[in-house]
């Protein structure tokens, strides 16, 4: 194997990082207790075709985030889509270094706060088994209504990861978040 150059790799691992550097990093000072608790999903960008519903299916997703014992979360997702309003409870495991949480075996590879005031945030999620992967980015919101300053910032992270034409803004009906209320 040929060494490359070193400008050439430089550029190479500038170009690879762009992407990281570009994210807001707060979940790396996160109070996951504060995080904690009942949520609306307002908003929901994918690239996988599957996961984004259609347009008559669209629905307020919820979600559920309960730290568990130490390092560990369980997170429920309440999603309307083509077999209709469905929960599923995930257990995740922090990552020893970073601030991400996974269940490999679930398929979840990462879940991460990017940004939040603990009453609206944008969680990061990344999906799939090796080889195949997804992004999935979420609008979470306290109410069941958005601010424009945090549909703002969750229209920048996509544009961010390349998500701008993959977003459904899920219109307020609370029939399915409801169903996960604690
Ligand atoms: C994290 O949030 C919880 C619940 O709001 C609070 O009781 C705790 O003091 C916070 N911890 C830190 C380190 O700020």
Known sequence: MRLLPV??????????????ELLPRESHSLNW?????FWYILAIASDARGLLPGRDKRKLGASVVKVHTTGQL?????????????????M?????????FRNTLKGVRGFR???TDYHEGVVDMR?????????????????STSSFLSMKKF??????????????VLPKDASCAHTVLP
């Open 33 to 37: 207790s504060k995080f904690s608790g």
């Open 92 to 100: 995740l495991r922090k990552d020893r270094k970073k601030a991400v």
């Open 155 to 168: 229209m920048d992270i996509c544009e961010t990861l390349k998500l701008t034409n993959r977003v459904a």
């Open 7 to 20: 400008p050439v790799l430089a550029l190479v691992l500038a170009v690879g990082s762009q992407e990281q």
């Open 74 to 90: 369980k997170v429920v997702l309440a999603f309307n889509g083509a077999r209709g309003c469905q929960a599923h409870s995930l």
């Open 127 to 143: 999906l799939g088994r090796a080889g195949q992967t997804a992004k999935m980015l979420l609008l979470f919101s306290r109410q």
């Open 113 to 115: 706060v990017l940004s």
